[in-house]
């Protein structure tokens, strides 16, 4: 704390703490405020609450500047590998090179899944959304591998290598079923990107001959997606973690979360935009013209961001990385082109203009799946395997915290005040004057 905020709270001067960041983000800190006046804090939506201190991510909206661990997301992209990443995210350091071959071959040892658990893919209807799939095989995880109430640190590293590793087997396991192709096995032989490629599109048959392009055009997106702060997903780990639920489940509540259309969900909704538009044959202009109208259910899907007021540094990397990854695949995308119209029709608009709406990072991350061979239902499950880094940093995070208490938010009631049973008969029946 390093100043204080005095609040009028019911007629009376209080004083409150101001807490305040790496950054100089500044926060009233108001735990205090229900014992002294009975006031709670409403903030719908939480827009305006700081829900924890993190040592983690720092995201700065109106510059548009992304920080993993004070490192620049740019320094990322550019040098790191998603492995680098996550050990980064994690334990709050760059690893030195013995302790990056620790945590990759940890990551490579346990790549398996228990061999039981394969059955349960038998038993998923055909078309079952692989996000379906991964929440619940995440989830089941746990009564393959018990999780004991204490972890010690080698249990937890343990554990945390697992989800990481696992949620890549199961990805990959879920597409095969979808396509109704036997399961690839991970192998102890490939890096982490190349093994999830291989397990997803060699088969029995035939060979995946792997393009580094491509597995750079993947790891790029992992690293981008590795975390992002207190968005919804990771609050959700957050908070189901503050009630010492065991690791399988918390991750598993935040797949679930990020699986929604407002969250996750929005990449392949950009795609099936652009195939929208490309299929009628749509004047783009024409299309923004309907996104800026406010009965339109055409919302300009990868534009506008809650915390972004500025272009999403990530969007621009990945504009970038793909529009080199088509020079190198040496082939071309119309929606490509449609996309980059409409980036710039819409950044000289005013309508954008004046509400701060920019390209956001899934106007080009199903661009980037799409041109690697990712099918578009697994765009989500993708971003998912991207954030678990991200989401075990914050879990962590909090129960090795000094303060650590279930949360447990409140409410303001607004329901019916206290009223009486009604024998069924006497229901409805109105009351005469
Ligand atoms: C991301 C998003 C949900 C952020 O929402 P938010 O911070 O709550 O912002 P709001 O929905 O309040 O939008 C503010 C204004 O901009 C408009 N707006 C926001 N995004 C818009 C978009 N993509 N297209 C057209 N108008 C948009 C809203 O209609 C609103 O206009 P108004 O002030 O006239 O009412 C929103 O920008 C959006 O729906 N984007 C498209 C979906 C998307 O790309 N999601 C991925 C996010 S990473």
Not at 54 to 74: A, F, M
Not at 98 to 111: A, K, P, T
Not at 231 to 247: D, E, K, P, Q, W
Not at 400 to 425: L, T
């Amino acid at each position: 704390m390093t100043d204080n905020a005095k609040l009028i709270v019911d007629g009376k001067e209080r004083s409150f703490g101001i807490v305040q960041g790496t950054k100089g983000e500044r926060a009233i800190d108001l735990a205090g405020l229900r014992e002294g006046g009975g006031l709670l804090t409403l903030d719908e939506g939480l827009g305006n609450t700081a829900s924890c201190l993190s040592r983690i991510t720092y995201i700065n909206g109106e510059k548009g500047v992304l920080l993993y661990r004070g490192y620049p997301i740019e320094e990322l992209a550019g040098k790191s590998s998603f492995v680098e990443t996550a050990y980064l995210l994690i334990h709050g350091e760059l690893p030195t090179r013995s302790e990056l071959s620790v945590f990759s071959n940890r990551l490579n040892d346990s790549s398996l899944i228990h061999e039981d658990m394969r059955h349960f893919f038998v038993a998923f209807p055909k078309y079952a959304h692989p996000m379906g799939i991964l929440a619940t095989m995440v989830a089941s995880l746990s009564t393959f591998y018990p999780v004991p109430d204490h972890l010690d640190p080698e249990a937890e590293e343990q554990f945390m290598a697992n989800l990481i590793s696992q949620v890549r087997t199961i990805a990959a396991f879920s597409y095969k079923k979808s396509i109704g192709e036997p399961t690839v096995y991970p192998s102890i032989k490939l890096r982490y990107v190349e093994n999830f490629l291989n397990m997803m599109f060699s088969s029995p048959v035939k060979d995946y001959r792997q393009d580094p392009d491509i597995v750079r055009a993947v790891e790029l997106f992992l690293i981008l997606h590795a975390d992002h702060e207190q968005n919804c997903s990771t609050s959700t780990v957050r908070l189901v973690g503050s009630s010492m639920a065991n690791i399988y489940s918390v991750i598993s509540a935040g797949i679930s979360a990020l699986w929604g259309p407002r969250h996750g969900g929005a990449n392949q909704e950009v795609i099936q935009m652009l195939e929208h538009i490309l299929a009628t044959g749509t004047d783009p202009k024409t299309f923004i013209d309907r996104a800026k109208s406010r009965n339109a259910r055409e919302r300009l899907m990868g534009f506008g961001h809650r915390v972004y007021k500025s272009f999403d540094p990530r969007a621009r990397i990945l504009k970038q990385a793909y529009h080199q990854l088509l020079k190198k695949l040496k082939t071309a995308d119309p929606l490509f082109e449609i996309a980059m119209q409409i980036e710039e029709l819409a950044l000289k608009d005013a309508y954008f203009i004046e509400r701060n709406l920019y390209p956001n990072v899934d106007f080009y991350s199903g661009l980037i799946l799409k041109a690697v061979g990712i099918p578009a239902d697994m765009f989500t499950v993708l971003f998912a395997i991207g954030r678990v880094p991200g989401w075990l940093a914050h879990w962590r995070e909090m129960v090795h915290a000094k303060e650590f208490r279930i949360a447990r938010p409140r409410q303001i009631y607004i329901g019916p005040s206290e009223r009486h049973y009604e024998p069924i008969n006497s229901r409805g029946l109105k009351k005469c004057p």
